[in-house]
């Protein structure tokens, strides 16, 4: 339990912090051709709660799932598990793509930016979260 | 890997989320989505639609097979609904950004989560490799 809640924030923390930099400050310009398609900047911050929430509903279900069938594997195992679930998600953004007029380089863009994020993702849970036997000399 | 019940899975399951889809997303939430026309186009564009499908139905499947090698479907179901909430984050995150509505919002996170769980109960119910 201790090691889930521990590669629950510190995957948290990343995906916290490298949302805002892709998001806040890279991508920044991009966003800013489609004004329309998003909210005013002071809505958003009145509605920053639910990022705060969505993020962390992604990496509790993320740790959940590894716990479910890649523990014991580490590093690569967690890699293996963001890749998958990754292109799973490149899929459904080709849907979101195919119903709302977003501008093609901001599906790629997220994509490629998607699959860093959840490589790096698998790789902290997968460094923390290991097995009593796995810890053990 | 069981190929030919992975790949009847495969085909499951992408009827089955491309179906699900259609009534869900395209039916039953169309009145929703007009509510905000400018954030949809007028019309869909299948091919990407359909691709996008294709790809996620292929690893989701990889991915269920993985987590759950000997199959099942409780065990798929309960897969299923853990794919559902990672892909159910972004809709909040989306939500945060997008002029979307409260209603959508729910429509779009319910219907993840319901999409998942039975496409994972089906893959879990076809993938069990050690029975032919």
């Known amino acids: ?137 | 890997m069981n190929l030919k019940k992975f790949f009847t899975a495969f085909i499951a399951a992408f009827i089955f989320l491309f179906v699900f889809g259609f009534l869900w997303y395209g039916t039953l939430m169309r009145g929703a989505h007009e509510e905000v026309p400018a954030l949809f186009r007028t019309k869909p564009d299948y091919p990407w639609l359909n691709l996008g499908h294709i790809v996620m139905a292929f690893f989701f499947t990889i991915l269920c097979v993985r987590v759950i090698p000997a199959g099942g479907l409780g065990a798929g179901v309960t897969v299923g609904i853990l794919v559902g909430l990672v892909y159910a984050g972004p809709h909040l995150l989306s939500f945060a950004v997008q002029p979307l509505t409260t209603k959508i919002l729910c429509g779009w996170i319910v219907g993840a989560v319901i999409q998942f769980a039975i496409a994972g109960g089906l893959i879990g119910a076809i993938y069990k490799p050690g029975r032919g």
Do not use: C
Not at chain 1, 1 to 20: E, N, Q, T
Not at chain 1, 44 to 51: A, P, R, V
Not at chain 1, 98 to 110: H, M, R, S, W
């Open chain 1, 1 to 137: 339990m201790k090691k889930f809640i521990l590669a629950f924030v510190a995957a948290y923390i990343f995906l916290f912090l490298w949302g805002w930099l892709l998001n806040g400050v890279l991508l920044k310009d991009v966003y800013a051709e489609t004004p329309n398609l998003w909210r005013s900047q002071s809505e958003m911050m009145s509605l920053f709660h639910w990022i705060i929430i969505g993020q962390a509903l992604i990496v509790f279900a993320f740790v959940m799932i590894y716990a479910s069938g890649f523990v014991g594997g580490g590093v690569m195992a967690g890699i293996r598990l963001g890749v998958l679930l990754e292109i799973a998600a490149i899929g459904m953004r080709m849907g979101f793509y195919a119903v709302q007029p977003f501008p093609g380089k901001l599906i790629v863009y997220g994509s490629v930016s998607g699959l860093i994020e959840m490589i790096i993702l698998g790789a902290i849970v997968g460094a923390i979260y290991k097995p009593a036997s796995a810890r053990k000399p």
